[in-house]
């Protein structure tokens, strides 16, 4: 049995006994859901993995409550730059690479000699955190390979009857998970993009590299240093495509796609570009790129709700978030990227 409580101060405390218990719940940040266990507890870890269905080589990412809780989770001092990010953009949406501590397990790193740790900006889940006192190892809360939960009912359609308590806080505000970046070295670099972006960093440090991963499948055999880079993640069960181009020539190329096909289909398209598709079934990614990463998982759910077969997408400028939206919808399509 799964059960789903508001949060509040006594739900949390009750989260949080599980926790030490070693089980595994699900709780809100501010990016989408994560499913929590103890970062040092292999046992618990273990369980997370089971609850996903998961790859064993997928890294996860420690949550922190404050900055005193870093002794343990990383080896050594935050270097001086990530200092500066931390300074700038803790509590929120920024995990950084790190040497792993003792305190985080190596079930939890995939066996990594470095951890992802963020402090999240959701009150809710620092507060879980600082009850549990341990730092939580938490990856998105849904079933591996789907579009991530930005609701305590899209954690429920994935995890009944797979963990014990999902704790309700409401919709996610940003939409797609933390930037990830290795803050080992400098200039540092950018794993998984974000809500804290591209430009965000290099205003902060005055430079920043972005993955070849980023924007391609890992290659055979290559290690996955992030969570988030596996080949096809964030996926509906529909066949997604993807058409890059100027507004005209990728809304004609999207109509030749969809008057092709002989199913149930929809069109995403930013929502000044939507009159272009005429009578066709089509849906708003929104006006703005943060608006399309604030409602891209919700809508990828709402296709398979509606046993939408092929969704053709427009692509989104990669200015700012719109790098985490293609970074989504890439791997959401498995690449399947029509340029014209």
């Known amino acids: 049995m799964t059960e789903i409580l508001p949060v509040s101060r006594e739900s949390v405390e009750y989260a949080a006994e599980l926790i030490k218990k070693g089980e595994v719940v699900a709780f809100p940040t501010e990016t989408v859901y994560g499913l929590g266990a103890d970062a040092g507890n292999p046992d618990a870890i273990k ?58 397990c190596l079930e939890c790193t995939a066996g990594l000699d470095s951890v992802g ?8 889940a620092r507060r879980l955190i600082r009850a549990s006192g341990v730092p939580i190892a938490a990856p998105s809360a849904n079933t591996s390979g789907r579009p991530s939960p930005t609701t305590a009912k899209h954690v429920y359609d994935d995890m009944k009857g797979r963990i014990p308590l999902i704790l309700d806080g409401g919709e996610a505000n940003v939409g797609v998970e ?15 993009p974000g809500g804290i972006t591209r430009e965000m960093i290099f ?3 005055g430079s920043v590299e972005v993955d070849a991963g980023v924007v391609r499948p890992l290659a055979q055999n290559e290690v996955a ?32 796609l969809y008057d092709a096909f002989d199913g149930e289909k929809r ?14 079934e089509k849906v708003s990614l929104g006006k703005d790129r943060r608006e399309a990463a604030h409602r891209l998982f919700a809508l990828l ?14 692509a989104v400028d990669e200015t700012d978030i719109g790098l985490a939206v293609m970074n989504r919808m890439g791997r959401a399509a498995a690449f399947n990227i029509i340029k014209v």
């Open 117 to 124: 740790v963020r402090l999240p900006g959701n009150e809710w």
């Open 301 to 314: 759910r709402d296709m398979d709700d509606l046993g939408v077969e092929a969704i053709f997408s427009e």
């Open 178 to 192: 933390s930037t990830v970046i290795d803050a080992r070295t400098f200039p540092v670099r950018i794993l998984r």
């Open 203 to 205: 205003d902060a440090l």
């Open 47 to 104: 369980k997370i993995f089971a609850a996903k269905g998961r790859p064993q080589d997928n890294p996860l990412i420690a949550h922190i409550w404050d900055e005193s809780m870093l002794p343990g989770v990383i080896s050594g001092e935050l270097p001086t730059w990530a200092s500066v990010l931390a300074q700038k953009y803790w509590p929120g949406p920024l995990t950084m690479i790190l040497p792993k501590g003792g305190r985080v």
């Open 267 to 280: 069109i995403f398209a930013m929502e000044d570009h939507l009159s272009m598709y005429g009578e066709r």
């Open 225 to 256: 240093r992030s969570p988030g880079m596996k080949y096809r993640h964030y996926a509906p069960r529909g066949r997604l495509t993807v058409v890059e181009g100027e507004a005209l020539a990728a809304a004609g190329k999207i109509i030749e």
